[in-house]
């Protein structure tokens, strides 16, 4: 079975910090592994994604995601923090035999403080 | 590019109705939608997988007969949820793929929060 884990429920950084955000995945075959972020009452933007190739994945917003076989984690980190970046964020994981199949991990909220 | 809508934003019914909920891809075409429910803090679920024109593909424990999914075209997908009880308040996010990117990436809508009183 796929599955990601998110061990932070919420992680506090103050502004112009570098973050980190943690995500673990378990998955059979190559992990093709995802971070989203969620703001109030709206949908999951995408940030970033991790196929194959470069294990430092850069995405939108400056962040960018560290893939790391032999821990099997893919965290997500920004060198200096924003307010703005508040956010609810997810790693995911896509089944690699079900392309169409998606599995979140539970979330990490992320407050910046100024 | 690749924005998909959903509509209501926000609906509040009674117990015992129906509910719809639409779901569309603005500017691609998606032969293939998803819808996930939310709880409060917590993840998503994939309740089913919707394929245009033909039957909507539903994941263990969700109910078909109370979660109705129709995907009439290449640009549409809906959700009804019938009979409608205050346990199936949440928030219901559609996303979309693109028929035409290589790529399996989803596209997400901002979700529907439904309340059922």
């Known amino acids: 079975a796929q599955s990601v884990a998110q061990p932070e429920d919420q992680v506090n950084v103050a502004e112009g910090n570098p973050l980190t955000v943690k995500c673990t995945y378990s998955?059979?075959?190559?992990?093709?592994l995802f971070w989203y972020v969620q703001y109030p009452n709206r949908g999951l933007q995408f940030l970033l994604k991790y196929i194959t190739g470069d294990n430092l994945v850069k995405g939108s917003y400056g962040f960018e995601a560290e893939f790391n076989k032999s821990q099997t984690s893919f965290h997500l980190k920004k060198p200096s923090a924003l307010v703005s970046d508040s956010a609810l964020y997810f790693c995911?994981?896509?089944?690699?035999?079900?392309?169409?199949?998606?599995?979140f991990g539970s979330g990490t909220k992320l407050n910046v403080k100024p | 590019g690749a924005v998909v809508s959903q509509h209501p934003s926000w609906v509040i019914c009674k117990s015992g109705t129906s509910v719809k909920i639409e779901c569309r891809s603005l500017?691609?075409?998606?032969?293939?939608m998803f819808w996930y429910r939310q709880f409060p803090k917590q993840s998503l679920m994939l309740m089913a997988t919707s394929n245009e024109g033909s039957k909507a593909t539903y994941e263990q424990g969700v109910e078909k007969d109370k979660f109705l999914i129709n995907h009439a075209s290449l640009t549409l997908s809906t959700l009804t949820v019938t009979s409608a009880h205050p346990e199936d308040s949440s928030f219901y996010i559609c996303s979309a793929r693109d028929r035409l990117a290589s790529s399996y990436e989803q596209y997400f809508g901002p979700g529907t929060r439904l309340t059922v009183t």
């Open positions: 998955v059979s075959g190559n992990p093709y």
């Open positions: 995911a994981v896509r089944d690699p035999y079900n392309f169409n199949k998606f599995y």
């Open positions: 500017d691609f075409q998606a032969t293939t």
